[in-house]
């Protein structure tokens, strides 16, 4: 069983950054595809980012192609998302997940393990 713990959501104007972070506690960490998905009010989950096991490979949507960097950091149990240039339409709450093998990082069902989901607001 893998718990995993985001933090670093809030509150910031369009334009601003905002950095998310997502600690893992429990089985090995770095055994484990990690993924942003992200749930604004009244839409379903959506993908926003992925990286393998090792971070040698990342995935991203098109939507925040460009302004939003996922990384992490195996010795810290931990994934991170940067995000750069917010606009108001990622307004939602985002979720990092853990995948133990799929290989199909675009897809919820894909993943195993989920977060509790953090809040970002993005304002005009």
């Known amino acids: 069983q893998v718990q995993l713990v985001e933090s670093g959501g809030g509150l910031v104007q369009a334009g601003g950054s905002l950095r998310l972070s997502c600690v893992a506690v429990?089985?090995?960490?770095?055994?484990?595809?990690m993924g942003w998905f992200r749930q604004a009010p009244g839409k379903e989950r959506e993908f926003v980012a992925a990286?393998?096991?090792?971070?040698?490979?990342?995935y991203y949507a098109d939507s925040v192609k460009g302004r939003f960097t996922i990384s992490r950091d195996n010795a810290k149990n931990s994934v991170y998302l940067q995000m750069n240039s917010l606009k108001p339409e990622d307004t939602a709450v985002y979720y990092c997940?853990?995948?133990?093998?799929?290989?199909?990082?675009?897809?919820?069902?894909?993943?195993?393990?989920w977060g509790q989901g953090t809040q970002v607001t993005v304002s005009s």
């Open positions: 997940a853990g995948d133990r093998g799929s290989g199909n990082y675009y897809y919820i069902s894909s993943y195993d393990y």
């Open positions: 429990g089985r090995t960490f770095s055994g484990y595809a």
């Open positions: 990286i393998s096991r090792r971070g040698i490979s990342t």
